[in-house]
């Protein structure tokens, strides 16, 4: 097991630092194949956008980086971050496939900088998704004015493993040949596709990090992640 999960571990390792290959739109045509209602809807936002630029997630199909001047504004002054937030949604439902509800909210302001932001980190029935996360960017008048990041649309999974704790532990301790473990494997939604820019099926996952290595551990067959 272990020479299959190194090459998980090097992929995941890699993948956090390399710069993915994106399908880049010049603003008037996505190069990366969209749904019809979600080009409506892509368009549409690209027109009541300045400055548009944006940039499409190849195995998922929506959105990994929008910029405009705003992207969006709130028609209500007393709206919060996270309202504004669900309202963008809701003015694209098709494009981003998702709602605020499939996220853990966040909000930041940075240390010398007149901005907000909003990050949202995605959850499945209280199960997060690995490496989902977006972030909006907001002027000091509540604009949306950037929108990136990546997650996993239209999650539908078990999400009660078939495996305990104890049992990836005992596997893990196994394969690095040591006595014991004191850390605790983690449940995760994993779609490999999130670091790898390629399409991969979703899974339910324990995650364990330990003596320099994480595993990525599938919660159903116990293979590889």
């Known amino acids: 097991m272990k020479k299959l999960l190194v090459l998980l571990s090097l992929v995941v390792a890699t993948s956090l630092v390399a710069t993915a290959t994106f399908a880049v739109t010049d603003g008037n045509k996505v190069t990366s194949k969209l749904g019809a209602k979600q080009e409506v809807q892509y368009q549409q936002l690209k027109v009541n956008t300045s400055n548009f630029f944006g940039s499409v997630s190849k195995p998922f199909s ?12 709130s028609q209500n002054n007393t709206d919060n971050y996270e309202q504004i937030v669900n309202n963008f949604f809701r003015t694209y439902p098709d494009l981003f496939q998702v709602t605020i509800s499939d996220f853990r909210v966040e909000v930041q302001k940075p240390k010398d900088r007149n901005i907000t932001q909003v990050h949202l980190f995605q959850e499945y029935q209280n199960v997060p998704v690995f490496g989902a996360e977006l972030i909006f960017t907001f002027n000091d008048k509540k604009e949306l004015i950037s929108y990136t990041g990546k997650y996993t649309p239209h999650v539908s999974i078990a ?3 078939k495996t305990s704790k104890g049992k990836i532990q005992n596997i893990v301790t196994q394969d690095l040949s ?16 999130i670091l790898t820019n390629t399409q991969e099926s979703t899974k339910l996952v324990w995650r364990l990090g330990t003596n320099g290595w994480v595993y990525f551990i599938d919660a159903d067959t116990l293979l590889a992640g």
Do not use: A, D, S, W
């Not at 929506?62 to 001047?69: C, D, W």
């Not at 040591?178 to 596709?193: A, C, D, S, W, Y």
């Open 62 to 73: 929506v959105p990994n980086f929008l910029y405009g001047k705003p992207l969006f504004k």
């Open 178 to 193: 040591v006595n014991t473990i004191t850390e605790q494997p983690r449940l995760f939604i994993f779609n490999k596709g």
């Open 159 to 161: 999400v009660k493993p």
